[in-house]
């Protein structure tokens, strides 16, 4: 993976922001949206995504997806629905990281 954007580290380990991620399915361009991983110092990471939609922005886990056997694409990924508190603590994390990062006009 590509260095990111920008790196917050935290107490209990790092964010890292990637800005402008292209998602596609195949050639087709599914959305482009921020991606953020938070590594914890545990070794954990969770992996979302935050899309702006009409002006609100939208916070989706990043499910990933290994394909096994040969022949195949490699896998990929889908977005899942998360709880309110999840979304609000990936929002205000988003915030902290995000400050300084140039915005998509």
């Known amino acids: 993976m590509a260095e990111p954007d920008k790196k917050l580290t935290l107490s209990n380990g790092t ?5 402008h991620v292209q998602f596609k399915d195949g050639e087709k361009l599914v ?3 921020d991606r953020m991983v938070v590594e914890h110092l ?8 935050i899309l702006r939609e009409k002006g609100t ?12 056997g040969s ?3 490699g896998g990929g990924a889908s977005f899942a629905d998360l709880g309110e508190e999840a979304v609000e603590r990936y929002l205000a994390l988003y915030a902290q990281v995000s400050k300084g ?3 998509e006009k």
Request: some cysteine; glycine content about 8%.
């Open 42 to 49: 545990t070794g954990n990471e969770e992996h979302v995504v």
């Open 15 to 19: 964010v890292s922001l990637y800005k």
């Open 57 to 68: 922005l939208i916070v989706k886990r990043l499910v990933l997806q290994i394909e096994v």
């Open 71 to 73: 022949g195949g694409r």
């Open 31 to 33: 959305c482009t949206a």
């Open 101 to 103: 990062v140039p915005q």
